[in-house]
């Protein structure tokens, strides 16, 4: 949905190398997700954020950090990428209560 | 934690050629969502279905939370429908996350 975007849309890094990747949505939701996606499978859930005070821990959080700067924006930084964080990274949001999860559009990340 | 199993795992269909995808969940939920997955890897939201009967065009869907599956029905397929169909279930002590399963990848040929 172009109410949730995500930036950037592809990239490329060094293992080693810090990088961020940024979700913004306008759609007023509280909750925010952040997913990954490794060729041929579900996706895994990384870290999620139901407000700007809260933030969790998913499935698969090792060497991955969040920050919930605002009702509207949640970055998900990797800290040293290694080459096995290469994949496709979706951040999602959410309302309160048991409701759709709208998707962006994805970034693909390659760690050399 | 909830289960999520997807079948088949790969379905190859004649353009015009109908198709029944299933999901089976391990437990009770809260919310079921079917989303199509185009060749680019974009994520298309298909069914917020929890419960019940959908229907939106070619494309219909049924959960039956009591009996722990859901259907997703593709009728006179186009090649436009090609790509995976996932299947993310949502339990009551689970927070509002989704559990994806592994999905079902169709190839619709003209």
């Known amino acids: 949905d172009a109410d949730v975007t995500q930036t950037p849309r592809n990239r490329i890094t060094k293992t080693g190398k810090r990088i961020m990747l940024e979700c913004s949505q306008t759609?007023?939701?509280?909750?925010m997700y952040w997913y990954r996606q490794d060729p041929g499978l579900g996706l895994r859930l990384i870290y999620y954020?139901?407000?700007?005070?809260?933030?969790n821990k998913g499935e698969i959080s090792d060497g991955y950090s969040v920050s919930r700067q605002a009702q509207a924006k949640f970055s998900l930084s990797l800290e040293s990428a290694i080459p096995n964080q290469t994949a496709l990274y979706f951040c999602?949001?959410?309302?309160?209560?048991?409701?759709?999860?709208?998707f962006g559009p994805g970034t693909r990340l390659l760690v050399l | 934690g909830i289960q999520v199993e997807q079948s088949p795992p790969d379905l190859i269909l004649q353009e015009g050629a109908n198709s029944t995808l299933r999901c089976n969940f391990s437990?009770?939920?809260?919310?079921l969502q079917w989303f199509h997955q185009n060749p680019w890897g974009q994520l298309i939201n298909l069914f917020y279905?929890?419960?019940g009967t959908k229907q939106n065009g070619r494309l219909s869907a049924t959960t039956v939370a009591t009996e722990r599956y859901s259907l997703l029905y593709i009728s006179s397929s186009q090649t436009t429908d090609s790509g995976v169909y996932f299947c993310?279930?949502?339990?009551?002590?689970?927070?509002?996350?989704?559990?994806f399963g592994q999905g079902t990848e169709l190839s619709v040929k003209p």
């Open positions: 999602a949001t959410a309302g309160t209560g048991w409701e759709t999860q709208y």
């Open positions: 759609k007023g939701h509280d909750r």
């Open positions: 954020s139901f407000d700007v005070k809260d933030i």
């Open positions: 437990d009770s939920v809260n919310n």
């Open positions: 279905i929890p419960s």
């Open positions: 993310a279930v949502g339990g009551y002590n689970q927070g509002g996350k989704l559990i």
